[in-house]
């Protein structure tokens, strides 16, 4: 059974323009994160942290979500959880982070990549998502998963939601 889903180009060239410009811009603000997944200890700099932006959270949410508009349409989120940024730095090798789970109950998760580089994105069932620019992944938030850096690109950037 299938538990995950792709969809490439997912947006239109204009509403994913948007979302990228606005997260590339020189004022938009990144928090770093002094660990990923948990294991942050035992990895070397700089596949140790990374960089968020909450969008949403629980009660917390700002003006800037609403450019994702478009993603929750078609996504058909009912309710949000979290809408966070992710900005990994690149690293010599490509580092795989800790298996984690987003929530630990029954919800959707979905992965809006933002430029293309050879990071990944490792399902539960080993299934590799590469992260190519406009691609939706569609997946189980409540099932075990894990990120990597990437190697080929400054950063790998993209945008987690988590929903019912």
């Avoid at 590339?24 to 770093?32: I, S």
């Avoid at 929530?103 to 430029?115: K, M, Q, T």
């Avoid at 994105?121 to 569609?138: A, D, F, I, P, Q």
Wanted: aromatic share 14%; charged share 20%.
């Amino acid at each position: 059974m299938i538990d995950y889903k792709i969809i490439d180009n997912a947006l239109s060239k204009k509403d994913f323009l948007k979302i990228k410009e606005m997260m590339t811009d020189m004022y938009f603000t990144w928090n770093v994160i002094n660990t990923v997944a948990n294991n942050s200890e035992q990895m070397p700099n700089p596949a140790s942290y990374y960089f968020i932006h909450m969008f949403w959270e629980g009660l917390y949410t700002t003006d800037e979500v609403s450019v994702f508009i478009p993603v929750l349409e078609m996504i058909e989120a009912k309710a949000l959880m979290r809408v966070k940024g992710n900005l990994f730095p690149s690293t010599d090798n490509l580092i795989h982070h800790e298996d984690h789970f987003d929530y630990p109950f029954d919800h959707r998760g979905a992965i809006l990549y933002l430029n293309t580089n050879d990071g990944l994105t490792v399902l539960e069932n080993e299934v590799e998502v590469e992260s190519v620019e406009n691609r939706l992944l569609l997946f189980d938030g409540a099932k075990m998963h894990h990120s990597t850096t990437c190697t080929n690109q400054q950063y790998r950037m993209n945008v987690n939601f988590n929903f019912f």
